[in-house]
């Protein structure tokens, strides 16, 4: 009984341990990137995120899926390496997202603003595009970033 009883206890620390990566889906460990935000008009950097650069399809078809907490400076760059018409769609997303299409350029050419969470709905860039930015919802309007601002990764 001693020895169950134990098992237990350690089934219940390795749960614990692991409880934020399982409720929060965040793991800080993967945003070890810096983008900026580049203002078209003047140059200047407009704000500046930590980002995860999901450069293979694997990761790319999660995104930021599960994830229930991204902090507001946070988020993730789809790296296609080759231009394409990306789809997109919420699904297993459990928090709206502006999505920010940005092109080889690395100038945004699209803005996809609060996307609505588990939908299933298409969202299609209808041009082709190098990169996706997936930040959370109302962060473009925060910063007023708008179409012509560029992306510049700095690590």
């Given amino acids: ?71 507001s400076n946070y988020g993730a760059l789809f790296d296609f390496k080759k231009e394409k018409i990306a789809k997109m769609w919420m699904k297993n997303t459990f928090i709206p997202l502006d999505m920010l299409f940005i092109d080889k350029n690395d100038e945004i050419i699209k803005i996809v603003k609060n996307t609505k969470p588990l939908s299933q709905d298409i969202i299609s860039s209808k041009a082709k595009v190098a990169k996706i930015l997936e930040i959370n919802a109302n962060i473009a309007d925060k910063f007023n970033i708008k179409i012509g601002d560029k992306i510049k990764i700095t690590q």
Avoid at 49 to 71: A, E, W
């Fill in 1 to 71: 009984m001693l020895y169950i009883f134990n098992k237990k206890w350690f089934y219940l620390l390795i749960l614990l341990a692991l409880m934020p990566k399982i409720l929060l889906g965040f793991d800080n460990n993967i945003y070890n990137n810096k983008l900026q935000i580049i203002n078209a008009n003047n140059s200047k950097i407009i704000t500046n995120f930590q980002i995860s650069i999901l450069k293979d399809s694997k990761s790319q078809r999660k995104g930021l899926m599960y994830v229930t907490n991204l902090p």
